[in-house]
T-cell receptor, first 115, second 114 residues
Framework: AQKITQTQPGMFVQEKEAVTLDCTYD???????LFWYKQPSSGEMIFLIY??????QNATEGRYSLNFQKARKSANLVISASQLGDSAMYFC????????????FGSGTRLLVRP | DGGITQSPKYLFRKEGQNVTLSCEQN?????MYWYRQDPGQGLRLIYY???????QKGDIAEGYSVSREKKESFPLTVTSAQKNPTAFYLC?????????????FGDGTRLSIL
């Protein structure tokens, strides 16, 4: 069965520094996709970045990058130059080929950026 | 602007009452989803629909019902059989074109018991 694990319930980072949020996954399907979402305190889910299982390069979107290590089944989110507005919950999610386009989510990491 | 609209933002339910949460999208997406989020936790799938007039149970469907009569609309009813309905409910939709299509979310409905 597919599974997503986020082992860091909460993290702190100093403003302007980089931070890595961990995500490991488990699936036997060779074709899958990994997503990261940000959820501010207001509750909406904001899509940040996507990595496909066959992508040769790590995904990047502005200050967000994904450290994808396929053999270790990890897809860590790296946020560079943290800003106060980055304080939020962050969720890792996965979709696989036979999933009817459903997503399964990890339990999330709460990030707090200190000024 | 295209997007997903959920209403109401806050909803209160009395004991034994059914309540319906609205979800409307104008993104022309085929697939729609309902998730439940409890405080400090991740999202769990309640129901999903890939096409009009068809829907499937997710991981926690008991006590909930849905309909999909129109492509744009996917309302969720929280029935009296759902004994612990207090949660944050999120509706999402996606294009079924590829694995990389992200789900787009509404702003959510917070449901509480009176």
């Amino acid at each position: 069965a597919q599974k997503i694990t986020q082992t860091q319930p909460g993290m702190f980072v100093q403003e302007k520094e980089a931070v890595t949020l961990d995500c490991t996954y488990d699936t036997s399907d060779p074709s899958y996709g990994l997503f990261w979402y940000k959820q501010p305190s207001s509750g909406e889910m904001i899509f940040l970045i996507y990595q496909g299982s066959y992508d040769q390069q790590n995904a990047t979107e502005g200050r967000y990058s994904l450290n994808f290590q396929k053999a270790r089944k990890s897809a860590n989110l790296v946020i560079s130059a943290s800003q106060l507005g980055d304080s939020a919950m962050y969720f890792c999610a996965m979709r696989w080929m036979d999933s009817s386009y459903k997503l399964i989510f990890g339990s999330g990491t709460r990030l707090l950026v200190r000024p | 602007d295209g997007g997903i609209t959920q209403s109401p933002k806050y909803l209160f339910r009395k004991e034994g009452q059914n309540v319906t949460l609205s979800c409307e999208q104008n993104l022309n997406h085929d697939a729609m989803y309902w998730y439940r989020q409890d405080p400090g936790q991740g999202l769990r799938l309640i129901y999903y629909s890939q096409i009009v007039n068809d829907f499937q149970k997710g991981d926690i469907a008991e006590g909930y019902s849905v309909s999909r009569e129109k492509k744009e609309s996917f309302p969720l009813t929280v029935t009296s059989a759902q004994k612990n309905p207090t949660a944050f409910y999120l509706c999402a939709s996606t294009d079924r074109g590829s694995l990389g299509q992200p789900q787009h979310f509404g702003d959510g409905t917070r449901l509480s018991i009176l």
